[in-house]
Structures are given as C-alpha cells and as structure tokens.
C-alpha cells in the first residue's frame, strides 16, 4: 500500500505558502483557480478518502458494501432499504469493531413531521403532545386504507412513512435531544453488532437517525477509506433522495461508486443522468468515478436485455477512465459467505439463511433470495444448460432440495465458478489496488497539476523581476548615466508625441470627425441663413433707392440700379457675419487645441525637462491662430465678393408669376418715371433675391469655405509640429544639464532601491523554491518524478562572459561609421547629444581591457574569414540576432558575425533592447568590411526613408529592405 509520507503534515504550509506567494503578485490575481488548488490540497493531506455508493434504490448499493467487505454488515433487502447515511470507516482490530448512532433532534423531527403532514394535506400537529402523536397517525391510516388499491402509491408511501417516524420518535425519546443531535454507542443501546445494522433499515428506529457509523477491521479501510451507503436517488421519501444528491455535491466526497441496474430496459434513467450530471460537476471527486451495473445476473436468461446493456455501456460508457463493471453483489456476496458452510448446516440454510428459511404458518420452509437467484444461474447461459436444467425443473423437489442437491455435488467448484461469474472478484480487485496502490499517488499527482502552471506563473514573474533588477546600474555613475540616456528618450518621445497629436488634430477635421469644430461651423451655417432671412426680410425699394442717389449724387437713379443696391447690401451684410463667425470659428478650435496640448502627459513632461520652458508651444500656437484668423477674413471677404454678381439661378424661372408681375411694375414704373410705383414689386423682388443668394449661400457653406479653412489649418499646424518637433529634439542636451543634479541625487536612492528589491525577490525565490522542494519530496516519495515543480535556479548570467576566448581573451571597442559619413550634418547634430554619453572610440584608439560590460571581441576562426570573402561593402544581408546589448547587436550571417553598433540603427534616440531581441530575423547593409580584424559593421540607418523611421515601423522597413538598396548604396557612395 502506497502511505502518505511521514512528513505529509508540512504539505498545507508548502501549498499554502505558494498560495499567499500568488497573491503578491498583483499581475497574477485572479488568474489561477485557487479553490480548486485549495481541494486538491485538502485531498492529499487529509488522511479521510471517503468513497460514496451513489444510485437508484433498489440497485444493490448496500449488498455491493457487503459484499467488498466480505461481511454482512448493512440491511439488504428487494426495495428501499437503506434511509439514512451510514458510514463504514476502519477499525484497527476486531475488538474495536463497533457502531454508532446518531438521532436527529426533536427540532429536526418536527420540521419533517411538518413537510410531510403539507404533502399529505394534514394539519401539522405539535409532537411533543402523545394526543397529537396519536391523532396524526390515525389520520395517516386513514390516507392508506383509502387510497390502497387505487394506484396512488406515493400517498400511501408518504403516509406510511409519517407513521413510521412518529412511532421511531416515540420508541427512541429517551434518545432525542432538544436541539442537538445525540450519538449513542451499541453499547449504550444494549445492542449487539449483529442488531446494530437495523437500524439502517428503514422503519421505526431508522426514521429517527441521522446517521450510523460502522468500524470494521478490513484492510480495504486502511489509510483513511471510508465507504459511505446512501438512499437511493429516486427514493420514495424526498428528504433521503436529497440526502445522496447533497453528499455527492459536498468536496470532501472523493470518489463515487456509481451503482445502475443492469436489468434495466432501454436507456439509462432520468435520475441516473441527473446524478453522473451532479458526480461530474464536482472538483472533489473529478475522473474518480467507477461505474457499475448491478443485478447482471438478471440478464443471464435474458439475451435481449443483455444485448441493451452492451449497447448502453458502448455508447454512454466507452470513454471512462475507471472501467466499467458488472456485478451480481447478492450471488457474489453469498457464495463467498458459503465457503464457511457445509452439509451439516445444509450448507448455510440452518445458518445464515436462517432467517429467510423459517417455516410459515402453512409448515413450508422459506426460500432465501439467494437460493432463488443461484436456481437461476443454474438454469442460465453461463453454465452448461444440460448439466442442471433436469434438477432445476424438477417439480417433485422444493427450491431448497434443488438448491442442495446441486451444492451436494459440485461443492466448491460450482461457488468459485459463481463467485467468478458475478464480477465481485474483479470489482473488489480493481477497488482494493486503486485504494491501496493508486490513490495516493495520484491525489498527489492531482495536486503537482493544479498548482503546476501556478509555479511556472510565479517562476516566469520572479525571473523577470530579478532580471529586470539585475540590468539596472549598480554603481551611481552607470546609474547616473542611463537614466540621462532615458532623458534623451524622453525628448524624443515628447517631441514626437506633440507632432503625433496636430497630426491627428487635422485628421479629424478632414475627416469630418471633429464634433465641436462641426458643432462651430453648423453655428456658423445657422447664423449666416438668419442672418441672409434678415437682410432680405428688411429689404426697401424706397430706401435701396436713396441709397443709390446718395451714392451718386443725383436726385433719381435707374430702376434696375435700385436691384443692383440691394445686392451690395445683402452680400455687405453676409460678410459681416461671416467674417465675424469665421474668427470665432477659429478661435474657439485653438481655445480647445490649446487646453487639449496643456493637459497631455507629454507638455508637462517637456515643462519638467525644460523648467518650465515649452519651446513656445504655446505662444507659437497663439500666433498661428492669428495668422489663420486674417486669413480666414481674407476668405470670407473674397466669398462674398461674388455675391454681388447674381446667379444663374435668377433666369431659370421666365415662366413664373412673380418674374412676370416683377417686369410689368418695373415697366409701369418707368413709363411713369415714379419710384414709388416699384414699391408695388418689394414681395417679388424679395423672392428674387431669395432664389439668387440661398444658392450662392450653399456653395459658399457646403463646398468652399469648410475646405479652404481646414486646408489652411493643415498647411500652418503640421509646418509648425515639424519645426517644433526638431527644435525640441535638439534641446536634449539641455534636459541632460537641467536634471542631471536631480539625477545625480536619485542615483544613490535608485541603487538602494535596486539592491532591496533584488533582496525582495531573491527572499520570494528562497521561499518559492523551499515550498516546491518540500511538495517535490512528496511527489518523489509517490516515485511521481514526472509531476516534480520547477524551482528557480541561481542566476549565474552576471558572470558568464560573452564572446569570451578561452585562449586568449583580447578586447576591442567595435568601430563605428561616424554620423556625417551616411548622412548630413544636420542628422550628426541630431545625435550628437547621445555621442556625448555614449562615446565610440575609432579605430586608432587604445583597446581598453575586458569589461563585464563591454563586448569582447573573439578570436575569430578562419572560416570566418573564408565566409567573410563572399560579401561587400554596401550588399544587403539578412541574419539572426544572436545577443543584444547596450550599444550593440550582434548578427549571425550564416556563420559570420555581424555588429550593428547603436549608432548604425537609426536617425532617431535609439533603445537597442525595444528594437531587438535575440533570434529576431532583420536585414541590414554592410558599411564596413575588415576581413584583417574579422569585423563586419551593419546598418539599418542606411534603409530609412526619412530620420526615425526605423523606430516608427522597423517591420515596414525589413519588408521593403530589397527596394530600398539603391538609395541606400548611393548614401554610402557620398562617404
């Protein structure tokens, strides 16, 4: 038998350990399932395995028990018989062999009187008054003789159940508590082992029990195995049905013998799915399912129910892990009591069919159940049929007489062939080596799963963190220097932020997706139509008339000039208002981008860096919008110019009544030479004016002057983020002095943050790997090395050097191409405050010595000189990144090495770690070719179209590398 190791009572703290190490870690939360951990654990340390037979009553649950145990210990009979939980658990001798009762209290009693007078429509009555007692049960007698023979079994059964509780109650008084549940001892109750199991039997005195516990002596209850017999699932009595499913939800169920009748016909039953549904819902039991059908010697003379049962098992059954089994436990169990038998007791009818075989009142012996079915197997398939179908058939002898003649002459040979046949053998064999080889081991297996990818979880978080703690500076002046390297960066990323926010400023507006400029512009629109409705709506013959002479200084004016005035008044009028709404317009969009800028996380960064200063961001935007505002009046004047021209429009309607009436008055009017007669014509002329300027007003809103003004914007606001992004790159230096004093007083804080936190997680890793090491002695103890948890190993990268030749170890600093021999000195002033801090030394310089943190050069080997031979100076080349570091990428060139020095890669603040990573396929241009000193320096930088592109989209770049080589090559040509 597989025991649970001496030191099992460590294995809660060292799962537990791992479980409060989980919760540390902010970025794991909620990620692992940790109640199902929590089972698995309590599974593994709990030395109690309890085992619940679990299935409809009447399936020979409690013969199955017997029948494993070899004794007949539980009540088994044709029906209901089991009504309440009863538990079998070990006993470390015969002598301690005994039984326990537990009674429900008289509170529990009660509420089962009273769910059962509401079912049966009886008015509940007080149990602690007999004449209540009394009343309730003659009313229960009556339900049963009315409805005896009428069909309504279940009222009968509800009836007579309520009278079996009210006597159990009475019987037992002296028993029942209050509140609380009483347990007695058998010998407390004057009762004998052989008694004590009738009371699982249900009636009287069961009605009344909560529970009973059996402690028998039998190795299959070693090591904590606890075999639970419940009531059936489809139990007559609702509260016992419930009682099975209850059990078979709780966690602390860790395995389910689940027993089906194999006589039944057709698919399994309602019930029986409903309870593998429920088995299988359980994280406590999981796979630990055996499945049995009981009673398979009733299809032993039936060859039609036996071809459904294999049907049923094939296709429901075919994939368990446990196997499926076929038992007869009533035949199984019996026979194996008869080896204790023999003719003298007329081999077990004097003994222990006793009780069964005992004359009636007509004088005739009774025929035990298992005679019954043993005269059956007889007669059956599974032995010869004419070797004892003439005994079995033979009408001048009892059951009995058949039954011993056949015994009488093949004694043992026909119980072992029985005992074989009825599957018990091969069911108890399979259970005892699961529970005795395979349960341990695999309740520790269960739980190295379930917490597996936890650990790697936590192994993963911990090497990153200590990694990540690890690259940081360790002395001041590293740290120092990084982080005004991170400044750099971060003037970069300012600069390019605020270019990245106008440019997506001026998206939206040509895309139309800019809500408040479109809510300021159909303001706009509304207050142009207003204004238009006005104008027109006020229109005066007689005042555009004066108007008209004062301008010229006559006394009277053409007719037609009089039309012409009011043009010049209405188009004067629309300026105005368009002029005036066209600056609010503006002001409010640069009012917004303005507030928009100041609240982004980049401006108050780049006002940090710079103490203040924006780089006129502000004011710069202030002016633009100054600039913007004259032109857009500039806009808005030449818009309505053309409103004085009329619009085709005007003629298109010489059919129109009020065109017609229009020519008449002014025709009359002219005859009469009296201004006054044009005032007859003021409706028609207002409708003419609505006709010309509503079409000129709409091409003015809806196609004109939207785009002019956007395109303004466009030109003004992207010109300007460029000038602005460049200028704030190239006050990188600036932020270096302006924080390096800051810097330089973090450092000292930052290397101590440093070393605490590497104490940190180095104490998390010393208290993962003490818990997985203590549940991998379990597991080893369980010879479960396969299931054995990663532990974190000691970090040995710090001093393991790279490219370093055992032979000689001889160092060089990796040359680069300088700025201005690939680009101009524009891009050299660019970069120049990174060189500042990040110095390369030529190729004249002095080698300094090897360094944890410089790259050491190998000694190259000949075949990379030979492999070297094949490629030149400006060829594109494609290779893996085999290591990064600070300054440079090494690359793998299908045996040569290449080097892209940092300075190589981009036009923009380069981070080699956020551009690369180790096996990363890139493409590069070779710059420099010393075969001499087995150097080959590489360049992306050549490939970018523009500075920075590479940090913007570096795939892009790779993917396009091959159309890029000219251009690229025609750089390398100016050096």
């Not at 049962?309 to 368990?320: A, G, M, P, Q, R």
Request: net charge negative.
């Amino acid at each position: 038998m597989t025991q649970m190791p001496s030191q099992s009572k460590n294995l809660e703290a060292h799962v537990n350990c791992l479980l409060r190490l989980l919760d540390k870690e902010p970025s794991l939360r909620g990620q692992h399932d940790t109640a199902a951990i929590k089972t698995s654990r309590d599974k593994a340390i709990d030395p109690r395995f309890e085992i619940v037979f679990a299935g409809t009553y009447s399936a020979g649950k409690s013969m199955l028990i017997n029948a494993l145990l070899g004794q007949d210990l539980l009540y088994s009979s044709t029906g209901h018989a089991t009504g309440i939980e009863c538990y079998i658990e070990y006993a470390k001798s015969s002598e301690e062999e005994r039984v326990e009762l537990t009674f429900l209290s008289i509170l529990e009693v009660q509420e089962e009187v009273n769910d059962r007078s509401e079912t049966l429509g009886l008015k509940p009555l007080d149990i602690t008054k007999k004449e209540a007692i009394e009343n309730l049960r003659q009313q229960c007698k009556k339900i049963t003789e009315d409805h005896k023979g009428s069909g309504k079994i279940n009222k009968e059964d509800e009836a007579d159940g309520l009278v079996a509780l009210l006597d159990g109650f009475e019987a037992n008084r002296e028993h029942i508590d209050p509140s609380k549940n009483n347990t007695k001892g058998m010998d407390e109750l004057g009762l004998s082992k052989k008694d004590a199991h009738d009371y699982a039997r249900r009636g009287t005195n069961s009605a009344v029990l909560k529970r009973i516990k059996y402690y028998c002596h039998h190795p299959l209850l070693e090591d904590g195995n606890v075999l639970v017999d419940l009531p059936g699932i489809d139990a007559p009595v609702l509260r016992d049905a419930e009682l099975t499913y209850h059990k078979v939800e709780e966690t602390n169920t860790s395995a389910v013998i689940c027993v089906m009748k194999a006589d039944q016909e057709g698919e399994i039953e309602q019930k029986e799915k409903e309870l593998i549904k429920v088995i299988r819902e359980n994280p406590g039991i999981r796979d630990r399912v055996f499945y049995v059908f009981n009673r398979i010697d009733k299809t032993w003379r039936d060859p039609k129910l036996k071809q459904e049962l294999d049907d049923l098992i094939s296709e429901d059954f075919s994939n368990t892990r446990r196997g499926i089994y076929e038992t007869s436990a009533l035949l199984g169990f019996w026979a194996s009591q008869l080896k204790n038998t023999s003719e003298s007791d007329r081999w077990g009818l004097d003994t222990i069919f006793k009780a069964e075989t005992s004359k009636g009142s007509d004088g005739i012996e009774g025929t035990p159940s298992f005679v019954l079915g043993f005269l059956d197997y007889c007669d059956s398939d599974q032995l010869p049929v004419d070797k004892f179908t003439q005994i079995v058939r033979r009408k001048t002898q009892s059951k009995n007489e058949q039954y011993l003649e056949i015994i009488n002459l093949y004694k043992t040979s026909i119980i072992q062939q029985l005992l074989q046949d009825s599957g018990i053998q091969e069911f108890s064999n399979a259970i005892t080596h699961y529970l005795t080889e395979e349960k341990r081991p695999e309740l520790f297996a269960n739980l190295a799963s379930d917490i597996s990818e936890l650990c790697d979880d936590l192994c993963d978080s911990y090497v990153k963190e200590r990694r990540q703690w690890q690259n940081q500076p360790a002395n001041i002046a590293e740290m120092t220097e990084r982080d005004l390297a991170q400044i750099e960066k971060e003037v970069w990323e300012v600069g390019e932020a605020f270019y990245r926010q106008i440019e997506k400023e001026i998206q939206l507006l040509v895309m139309d997706n800019c809500e408040d400029f479109k809510q300021d512009f159909n303001n706009l629109h509304q207050k142009m139509q207003d204004n238009l409705t006005e104008l027109i709506e006020n229109f005066s013959i007689l005042d555009a008339f004066a108007n008209t002479c004062r301008n010229y200084r006559h006394v009277t004016a053409p007719l037609v000039a009089v039309l012409g005035q009011a043009f010049y008044d209405i188009a004067n009028g629309l300026e105005n208002v368009l002029v005036k709404e066209s600056e609010t317009l503006i002001a409010s969009f640069f009012q917004r981008l303005i507030k928009r800028v100041r609240k982004q996380q980049y401006y108050k960064q780049l006002c940090n860096l710079l103490l203040g200063d924006d780089c006129k961001i502000v004011q710069e935007l202030q002016d633009i919008e100054k600039i913007i505002i004259e032109g857009v009046k500039v806009l808005a004047s030449a818009e309505c110019v053309f409103y004085i021209i009329e619009s085709p429009d005007l003629y298109d309607y010489e059919d129109s009544v009020w065109l017609y009436q229009f020519r008449e008055t002014l025709q009359e009017a002219s005859n009469s030479r009296d201004v006054k007669r044009m005032v007859e014509a003021e409706e028609s002329i207002r409708q003419l004016l609505e006709i010309d300027f509503q079409s000129k007003f709409k091409q003015t809103i809806e196609v004109n002057f939207g785009s002019k003004i956007i395109k303004m914007l466009n030109k003004y606001l992207l010109s300007m983020a460029e000038n602005k992004r460049q200028l704030i790159w190239q006050q990188s230096a600036h932020a270096r002095a302006n924080k390096r004093q800051a810097i330089e007083k973090e450092a000292e804080a930052k290397i101590d943050e440093r070393k605490r936190k590497l104490g940190e997680v180095e104490l998390k890793i010393a208290e993962y790997n003490q818990a997985v090491e203590g549940i991998n002695s379990y597991l080893e103890a369980m010879k479960l090395d396969d299931c054995k948890l990663p532990t974190i190993l000691e970090d040995n990268s710090s001093i393991t050097p790279f490219f370093t030749d055992v032979n000689s170890v001889e160092s060089n600093n990796i040359p680069t191409e300088s700025a201005s021999s690939l680009d101009s000195e524009n891009d050299l002033s660019a970069t120049q405050s990174y060189s500042e801090t990040n110095p390369v030394e030529s190729d004249d310089s002095p080698e300094p010595g090897a360094s944890p943190d410089r790259l050491v050069r190998p000694n190259y080997p000949a075949a990379q000189s030979e492999s070297s031979k094949k490629l030149e100076r400006g060829q594109l080349v494609e290779g893996i990144v085999t290591k990064v570091t600070q300054d440079v990428v090494v690359v793998d060139l299908d045996g040569t090495v290449g080097l892209l020095h940092i300075s190589n890669v981009s036009g923009g603040f380069v981070i080699l770690a956020d551009l690369f990573e180790e096996n990363q396929l890139i493409k590069a241009m070779i710059v420099t070719l010393d075969d001499g000193k087995g150097r080959i320096s590489l360049s992306t930088k050549v490939l970018e179209n523009y500075k920075g592109e590479i940090l913007q989209n570096i795939e892009q770049v790779m993917a396009d590398a091959e159309g890029r080589v000219t251009k690229a090559r025609n750089k390398l040509k100016t050096t």
